[in-house]
């Protein structure tokens, strides 16, 4: 299969959900671009850099997973890589109605563009970043919540 396609997301930081969705996606299509967004809307606990450089260490050695920045709209994004889907996770049904208002918005502003959801293993559903960002507002283990060396590095910026 030659499809590309995005999985875009803030990734403040990226968890255990994140990769295993990645994983799935690269099983089910020939290239994953993983675009991190600025999110300027947003107040991430972890600047941008930081938060490549943990998708970098988190997606090392993924045959077909690149890992990119983005400042514009998703769409946008998409069209500059020529990919025509959009990744999205789904983790309860909570999320499906956000995801659906995202995904017919994108689709307004590109009628090719199409978006695929993907849910995460049962073991990982509860996972979100949101999650590991209070835990570690909080002083917790965040080691069973983040890839290991993701949570290698966090120790060591963390510490330093």
């Known amino acids: 299969m030659s499809t590309k396609v995005i999985y875009p997301g803030t990734f403040d930081p990226i968890t255990i959900g994140h990769l295993d969705i990645i994983k799935r996606a690269q099983k089910i299509f020939k290239e994953v671009v993983v ?19 943990m998708m ?23 069209q500059k890589e020529e990919a025509k889907i959009i990744i999205r996770g789904l983790r309860a049904v909570s999320d499906f109605e956000y995801e659906l ?24 559903a509860f996972v979100s970043s949101s999650i590991v960002r209070s835990v570690l507002k909080h002083k917790g283990d965040i080691s069973h919540l983040v890839p290991p060396p993701v949570a290698d590095y966090i120790r060591e910026i963390r510490c330093t």
């Open 35 to 53: 675009g991190i967004s600025v999110s300027k809307d947003k107040t991430p606990m972890f600047t941008l850099d930081e938060r490549t450089q």
């Open 56 to 78: 970098r260490l988190a997606t090392e050695g993924i045959p077909g997973v690149s890992v990119k920045t983005f400042d514009t709209l998703l769409v946008d994004f998409a």
């Open 101 to 124: 208002q995202l995904g017919f918005a994108n689709r307004s502003l590109d009628p090719d563009i199409d978006t695929v959801s993907l849910m995460p293993s049962l073991e990982q």
